[in-house]
């Protein structure tokens, strides 16, 4: 059951998460809609949700409630780049969520926080991830002893600056060498 249901009212962030699961082997899923969401894990094989707080219609505190009553073994991720966050706190320690990931985030943390719950299922809702996606520990590499010019070139074109900041946590800046750029009529 490696399906994830990703649910985020701004779809720039939705497709950044689908490219990033779909690169990793996973199979997202994808709605703006969290009435659709209910439907969808009505349905069943969803192995974890990954859902935005603030959405216009329902927040993802009260989508995560909704979803616990249908199953409540879900492990449930709240991506939140502007809650308050003793609120959202308090909602993981009551089980509402499993774990907070706030934006901009760190895919090598993200990822290694999905992975722990795919391979820990039966820890389910309440299961012992960080309380942040910038918690769990990375890999590390000794940047010293890599040559600068070595490093991978990576050219970022995208006007809108949320998701520059994304793709630039996605990409550690000792790991790449990265331009950023517009596109469309204001860039290249």
Excluded: C
């Excluded at 216009?56 to 199953?71: D, F, Q, S, V």
């Excluded at 890599?146 to 991978?152: G, K």
């Excluded at 050219?155 to 469309?184: C, H, N, V």
């Amino acid at each position: 059951m490696n399906k994830i249901l990703i649910i985020d009212d701004e779809v720039k962030i939705m497709k950044g998460l689908t490219r990033m699961l779909l690169f990793e082997g996973y199979e997202p899923l994808q709605t703006t809609d969290p009435h659709e969401a209910l439907i969808l894990v009505e349905e069943g094989g969803i192995g974890l949700v990954i859902s935005d707080y603030r959405m216009p219609e329902m927040n993802g505190l009260e989508l995560a409630a909704a979803i616990r009553k249908k199953r409540p073994d879900l492990p449930i991720f709240l991506l939140t780049g502007y809650a308050d966050k003793s609120l959202v706190l308090r909602a993981k320690e009551k089980g509402v969520i499993t774990a907070v990931v706030t934006k901009p985030w760190s895919e090598v943390r993200l990822l290694l926080k999905i992975k722990h719950h795919f391979l820990n299922p039966s820890k389910g809702a309440t299961g012992e991830a960080s309380d942040d996606a910038g918690e769990a520990t990375a890999p590390e590499t000794d940047h010293k002893k890599r040559d600068p010019l070595s490093r991978p070139k990576l050219l970022i074109m995208e006007d809108d600056r949320m998701t520059q900041a994304m793709y630039q946590s996605w990409f550690p800046l000792d790991d790449f060498d990265i331009k950023l750029t517009s596109s469309g009529e204001n860039g290249i």
